[in-house]
């Protein structure tokens, strides 16, 4: 190691100059943000089960998922025929002489560019070519096939959400696949009617049983989050238009022999070659640094983020992963209490970058035997806590980056080639694929699987469905709202189904109701 620690450090110096090296400033990541906040104060168990508003199965069954159908069914209509007269205002961009030359594959391309839907299609895809695309789909009778990577697991956050089930933000999401997938089908019935089937299908790739070792979340929990989002694809009534495929079974089942070993290949080696690279320039001393360096070694960076993807992926996975040391120190602790380790994982995570002043870090069996006493953790105790977690969290960015490596450099793109009729998207702006618009609320884009449902003002006044993390919704004093199960329907326990946002007042239950049976608002683009 220490051959190739003396390697790495005149590789930047030799690049750089190490005198010149500044810490690198963190990116503003609104998680920490989050954390940092004093003002967020999150509920105790007492003062959320005071908060919280109960109600019943049914009336989740039989009224706010018909609701939230019905309005995302609308909305997929309204689109649909406003793509009709978005592509004749661009029938140039078609290739055509004249808006009458139009049909059904110049309308599907054009609500696939809708900005409701899709954050780069017309960055990355001219209209011509992905209407002939779709032209030769509709000629041979063929349905449109759409995939997208996503919902792998709710990220194991207690900032990010109170349980490990899908709620409404899941629910929401597959609802916008839902109305992509049924605006194409009707406008491909306009050219076709006599097709009995849908013409249209989204397939979500879930991806959580490719990284979840990797974050430490059990296998079964992501099992058990893969028949609930199937549940509710059933309950919605949608599994014509939105199925869900695993990551893994889909690759063993159709990706060739040597396209798996490659891949295995691309990522052992990957992982050496980060671990050669990353390790040595580690200091959990001075983090900032470390990760400063980390930018200026990255054998594949990416030129449109200066600071890096190991330096950004690794900001992210800080409130991700689950942190084996303090899985260690709360079952040291008397009891369990989620309050204390709620509080301690708050105050570690939102300091993982700053070392504590002065602190002199003890050895782990101390910080056990300082849990177990029940008396609080010393600074040396915190400082040495804050150690293990960012070594933990670093060696976690370096198998992660591995795995994602191991596509990206394939021959072939895997869910491509598993699935190569589908056009592909994704919920990150790439080349050659579609991102997908996700709703936003307080100015964040937040995925349903790294947040919590919320019911929440739209700019206009309107009711919209959207994703915070949990620490943002409880430390305004957002409503959270459970479901009375006596079946367990749902799998949710005490986790909320989701929250109210106090701009939304509500004084009563029948004002509740009457706030999700009414209109929604599905638009996301401003």
């Avoid at 979340?217 to 028949?227: H, I, L, M, N, S």
């Avoid at 993807?309 to 690794?314: E, K, N, W």
Wanted: proline share 6%.
């Amino acid at each position: 190691m220490r051959n190739n620690e003396q390697q790495t450090l005149e590789k930047i110096s030799y690049t750089t100059g190490l005198d010149r090296i500044q810490e690198a400033v963190i990116s503003s990541h609104f998680m920490q943000k989050f954390s940092c906040d004093e003002n967020l104060h999150m509920y105790s168990e007492a003062a959320f089960r005071d908060k919280r508003i109960a109600i019943s199965s049914e009336f989740v069954i039989e009224k706010i998922v018909p609701n939230l159908l019905r309005t995302a069914e609308d909305f997929s209509a309204a689109r649909a025929a406003l793509a009709k007269i978005r592509a004749a205002e661009k029938f140039g961009e078609y290739g055509l002489a004249k808006a009458s030359e139009l049909g059904a594959a110049n309308f599907i391309a054009e609500l696939m560019f809708d900005r409701n839907y899709s954050q780069n299609a017309g960055k990355y895809f001219s209209r011509r070519s992905l209407a002939n695309q779709i032209s030769e789909r509709i000629a041979a009778g063929e349905a449109i096939t759409l995939a997208i990577p996503a919902l792998p697991f709710k990220l194991p956050s207690p900032l990010k959400a109170r349980g490990s089930s899908p709620d409404l933000a899941e629910v929401n999401f597959l609802l916008q696949l839902f109305e992509i997938a049924y605006g194409i089908d009707l406008l491909y019935r306009e050219a076709q009617p006599q097709i009995p089937h849908a013409c249209a299908r989204f397939t979500v790739v879930s991806d959580g049983r490719r990284f979840n070792a990797l974050v430490g979340q059990p296998d079964d929990a992501v099992t058990r989050y893969g028949e609930q989002i199937r549940w509710w694809i059933d309950r919605l009534g949608i599994s014509e238009y939105v199925e869900v495929a695993d990551y893994r079974d889909l690759l063993e089942a159709r990706l060739p022999q040597e396209l798996l070993r490659d891949k295995a290949g691309i990522r052992d080696k990957a992982e050496v070659s980060y671990a050669e690279l990353m390790w040595p320039v580690f200091d959990p001393l001075h983090p900032l640094k470390s990760l400063g360096l980390t930018s200026l070694l990255e054998p594949d960076p990416e030129k449109l983020n200066p600071e890096g993807r190991f330096s950004s992926l690794l900001q992210s996975l800080v409130y991700t992963i689950r942190y084996p040391c303090l899985k260690r120190v709360a079952e040291s602790a008397p009891g369990p209490d989620r309050s204390r380790d709620l509080a301690l994982y708050r105050e570690l995570t939102g300091h993982i970058f700053v070392r504590y002043p002065d602190a002199i870090p003890c050895e782990f069996d101390e910080v056990l035997l300082q849990a177990g006493a029940g008396d609080g953790l010393s600074p040396g105790a915190m400082e040495s806590l804050r150690q293990a977690m960012l070594r933990e969290v670093w060696e976690a960015t370096i198998l992660y980056m591995a795995e994602i490596k191991s596509d990206r450099e394939l021959q072939r793109e895997p869910i491509s080639t598993c699935l190569p009729d589908a056009f592909r998207w994704t919920i990150h702006a790439k080349r050659g694929q579609i991102a997908l618009m996700t709703p936003t609320a307080l100015g964040l884009s937040v995925q349903a699987w790294a947040g919590t449902a919320v019911f929440k003002r739209s700019k206009k006044g309107g009711v919209k469905l959207c994703a915070l993390p949990v620490v943002a919704l409880e430390g305004v004093g957002s409503i959270p709202v459970t479901v009375q199960d006596e079946h367990n329907l749902f799998g949710l326990g005490d986790q909320p189904l989701f929250y109210i946002y106090p701009d939304i007042a509500v004084s009563s239950l029948s004002g509740l109701m009457d706030e999700l049976t009414g209109p929604l608002v599905r638009a996301r683009a401003v």
